[in-house]
């Protein structure tokens, strides 16, 4: 029987890894596409040589590619980050279909139905939601965001201009199927995973 695929999104600073590790200790298979897209241009890929050709030599950092140098650019140029996002895009989600097709794979003699999750922060805007049957929004407000990217060291204008590149997190969490709120303490954001689990479980065993 196939396995449930659910995308988990929001914006920026909405707490999605924490929903994601959540999920994962209750039982989730999970994937970040952030981490996968770090890895889509790490040096020796042709990601990276496709960075350094399209941003030049001095987007350098030694060896590597020097990150915060590269998003206070494309940050800042629309155009530079639709380069970016072309050449980071199609491995992320190369890498994400070959993960979901190894745990479809995976021989399974319990009978117990697999709930597979992907964190993918741009899954609207990429037009990806399609791929998945269920879509879980993390969200908070804009202001929420706004300080908590702040709190990780951006200034105000690099923070806001981080957000302003994504699509509103109002209009993700209409589209979402589900839509956890992490605006509160963490116990309240536990328990709405713990029930939007809970949900996909049973969607799942009812199609045993």
Not at 132 to 138: G, K
Request: net charge negative; charged share 25%; proline share 5%.
């Amino acid at each position: 029987m196939p396995l449930v695929r659910v995308a988990l999104t929001g914006g920026i600073a909405t707490g999605k890894s924490y929903c994601l590790e959540r999920f994962a200790g209750l039982g989730a298979e999970t994937i970040d596409a952030d981490l996968l897209a770090r890895d889509a241009v790490a040096p020796g890929t042709p990601g990276f040589q496709q960075v350094v050709e399209r941003f030049g030599p001095e987007i350098l950092k030694g060896s590597d590619l020097d990150r915060q140098k590269l998003g206070r650019l494309v940050f800042s140029d629309a155009g530079a980050r639709q380069d970016l996002e072309a050449i980071i895009h199609p491995a992320v989600y190369a890498a994400i279909a070959a993960w979901f097709d190894k745990l479809d794979r995976r021989p399974r003699t319990d009978g117990r139905q697999i709930v597979a999750i992907a964190d993918i922060p741009l899954l609207f805007e990429t037009d990806r939601h399609h791929d998945f049957e269920h879509v879980v929004v993390a969200a908070c407000p804009p202001d929420r965001q706004l300080e908590r990217l702040i709190h990780r060291g951006l200034s105000r204008e690099e923070a806001a201009q981080r957000i302003a590149a994504q699509l509103p997190i109002g209009e993700k969490a209409g589209r979402g199927d589900y839509v956890i709120d992490t605006s509160g303490e963490f116990a309240q954001t536990d328990a709405q995973i713990d029930r939007v689990w809970t949900a996909l479980n049973s969607l799942a065993s009812a199609r045993r």
